[in-house]
């Protein structure tokens, strides 16, 4: 399985940027994908998940509202529409994915595969 995100950028505060996260040999059907990011000195956290089989959606309250995942089925990728970006969702952005039926959407140990980080960088 390999997870490939792509998508980061430098963006004005207010603005927005889509991150996509290209899946091989999974199935997104079949299990959970997830969006964490990590900041500079700062631990790794849950931005948003989607549960393939009912397009079932979570999300931090950080990104309520601001924030929306999605999968595209013709591209086989899990996409976050990111907008009214403030400063503090500088990070990078990881996409991760497991087949487990049942999971904590937001524990990053539920999932086993991970792509690479996208730079996302909101300036003020």
Do not use: H
């Amino acid at each position: 399985v390999q997870l490939q995100a792509s998508g980061g950028g430098l963006v004005q505060s207010g603005g927005s940027l889509r991150l996509s996260c290209a899946a091989s040999e999974f199935t997104l059907d079949d299990g959970y994908i997830a969006w964490f990011r990590q900041a500079p000195g700062k631990e790794r956290e849950a931005v948003s998940c989607i549960y393939g089989r009912r397009r079932t959606t979570y999300y931090a309250e950080s990104v309520k509202g601001r924030f929306a995942i999605s999968i595209d089925d013709a591209k086989n990728t899990v996409e976050l529409q990111m907008n009214s970006l403030k400063p503090e969702d500088t990070a990078v952005y990881y996409c991760a994915a497991t087949g487990s039926s049942k999971i904590l959407w937001g524990m990053s140990q539920e999932y086993e595969y991970w792509g690479q980080g996208t730079l996302v960088t909101v300036s003020s």
